[in-house]
């Protein structure tokens, strides 16, 4: 979402069907507004299906005209030599769109395929001595968004940055009306790219991750004075953030969210001292009927500061009700959001949902990062076990069932799941893990080390500067070595084309269970589970909750003849 420099627009995005729309209104009452659809669906990877699109940059560049850009796909093939190891091609979509406030004048000003470019000469492949054909358009630029101009907002920065050892980095500002660019002296760089997957040490393009949503741009002036404080006395006991404000200052765009509130967004007009209510994030949910969530942090007993959200279910199916523990998907990751849409589905299902956040979401300290690259595991299912000890004792009115508490987790969540399985055996009796690595060595350092000419992707959830690959005990962090410790129930749930690393493994790991006689439940994931599509959501929550209601109750135990005993 955006403000308009003069206060007057909000511009946001909202999803219709199968299209991403930018709805624009005017703040005013009675606020018309005007919807653009942007015409941007792409393949997904190794799918015929559609990827939904989504915006990695919207901002205003004057009050009456709109720049947006959705996010870049790239698909790459496997190595099979040539530059970088890539001789299939790419597809890059890296559009920068205009529009006007009243919906006119919309038009695609640049794209990355406007920056095409094919070597003249054929480029030997590494590992033969014929040239490797280059095919058309192997070679394209990914378009970065600097920002604005310094004082003049119809020029927007940009930077078309090479894929392929053959194409540099350049920059241009481009007219946000006509289109048209012209090369201006290189700065200082952007931003960092954690998207990017590109060795520049040895000028090898990797890849790019896809689906970053966050701005490429970022404010260089402080927020009006007291208007934080101002408007948290208007919403007690809820978070405030301050997104925009206009360049007078006299209206700000502001997020409110807390509790089972998934979001309001509201418009603060300062001299008038009103806070004007744009729209509700989700507005089909009633916020009555959502369940409560509460967020909770303590000092636990070594010290370490813990924190997370706890969700009650309105009406639970079983008194006391179960608990699910999710572990966060990084290390240290973010810190949960107020508002988890999972979690209000299985509080729908009946459990208690209590989300942790890492003990040092804050930040590491130096001095720890060698226990923890050694203990990663252990601390992290300890702090659950915790987290729980001190839910329980300070909520006496809100009982759980102590011998039915699963685990759940995604990535490197799911990994914790799988580890607080084999670590609490006793204390945790299910668990489930989504797209999950069953071994960290292999997941953090997915390439051969025999061969040179590999590149690492970037480091995944997990940081692997704080691990030292050949000193390491990978075997005690490996949940497939341990295999014997996973006695309870596991369902592994994998998207078998979205990470190959992560389906060799479950793979592996099935065949050792099944070897056990203890063959873990699974489900290949449709893709658009991943999309946020809702009938593939739908289908998997079904199963999870079937999962959970035979594994979590004693439903075979056999009831004999009946006798009389005198």
Not at 326 to 335: D, T, V
């Amino acid at each position: 979402m955006a403000l308009s420099p003069d206060g007057r627009r909000v511009a946001y995005t909202t999803q219709v069907g199968k299209d991403l729309v930018v709805m624009i209104i005017n703040v005013e009452f009675p606020g018309p507004k005007t919807s653009v659809i942007v015409d941007e669906e792409r393949p997904v990877a190794f799918s015929e299906e559609n990827e939904r699109a989504q915006l990695r940059f919207l901002k205003w560049a004057t009050s009456d005209r709109l720049v947006f850009s959705p996010t870049v796909h790239v698909v790459t093939m496997p190595s099979a030599g040539g530059i970088g190891g890539v001789t299939n091609g790419q597809l890059i979509y890296a559009p920068i769109m205009a529009v006007d406030a009243d919906g006119r004048n919309a038009k695609v000003l640049i794209d990355a395929r406007d920056f095409t470019f094919t070597p003249p000469e054929p480029v030997r492949g590494e590992a033969s001595e014929t040239a490797a054909p280059i095919p058309e358009q192997w070679i394209g630029r990914h378009l970065d968004i600097v920002g604005f101009a310094p004082g003049n907002r119809e020029q927007l920065l940009i930077e078309a940055r090479g894929i392929g050892r053959l194409v540099a980095t350049e920059r241009y500002a481009l007219d946000v009306r006509t289109g048209k660019y012209t090369e201006v002296a290189p700065g200082p760089p952007s931003r960092s790219r954690p998207n990017q997957l590109f060795a520049e040490q040895r000028d090898t393009f990797v890849g790019l991750r896809t689906g970053e949503s966050r701005s490429a741009t970022t404010r260089s002036e402080d927020p009006p004075p007291g208007v934080q404080r101002e408007l948290e006395r208007k919403f007690p006991r809820r978070r405030v953030e301050l997104l925009e404000w206009s360049e007078d200052q006299a209206r700000v765009l502001v997020r409110v969210t807390g509790g089972g509130d998934p979001g309001r967004v509201y418009v603060y007009q300062r001299p008038e001292n009103l806070v004007l209510e744009i729209f509700r994030r989700a507005p089909w949910l009633n916020s009555g009927e959502l369940h409560d969530t509460r967020f909770f942090e303590f000092d636990a007993e070594d010290g370490a500061h813990l924190g997370g959200y706890v969700t009650w279910p309105n009406r639970p199916r079983f008194q006391p009700p179960p608990m699910i523990v999710c572990f966060p998907s990084g290390f240290p990751g973010h810190a949960q959001p107020e508002f988890d849409p999972e979690a209000q589905v299985l509080a729908d299902l009946g459990f208690i949902v209590l989300r942790l956040n890492h003990r040092y979401v804050a930040g590491v300290p130096r001095d720890r990062r060698a226990t923890l690259a050694a203990d990663v595991d252990q601390l992290a299912v300890h702090d659950a076990r915790v987290a729980i000890e001190w839910v329980a004792e300070r909520n006496p009115s809100h009982r759980f069932d102590r011998r039915r508490i699963a685990v759940l987790g995604r990535g490197f969540g799911g990994y914790l799941a799988m580890r607080a399985l084999q670590l609490e055996p006793w204390f945790f009796r299910c668990g489930v893990a989504i797209d999950a690595p069953t071994d960290l060595r292999p997941w953090l350092w997915p390439l051969k080390p025999d061969d040179p000419a590999a590149e690492l992707p970037p480091d995944p959830a997990l940081p692997r500067k704080w691990f030292e690959e050949d000193r390491t005990d990978w075997k005690r962090l490996a949940v497939t070595t341990n295999v014997e410790a996973l006695t309870n129930p596991l369902y592994l749930l994998v998207e078998p084309t979205r990470n190959r690393e992560v389906d060799i493994a479950t793979a592996g790991l099935r065949s050792k269970l099944k070897s056990l006689g203890r063959a873990p439940d699974y489900l290949a994931l449709d893709p658009g589970f991943f999309l946020a599509r809702p009938r593939a959501r739908a289908s998997t929550y079904r199963k999870i909750e079937e999962f959970f209601n035979l594994r979590l109750y004693d439903y075979d135990v056999k009831i004999g003849p009946a006798q009389e005993v005198k």
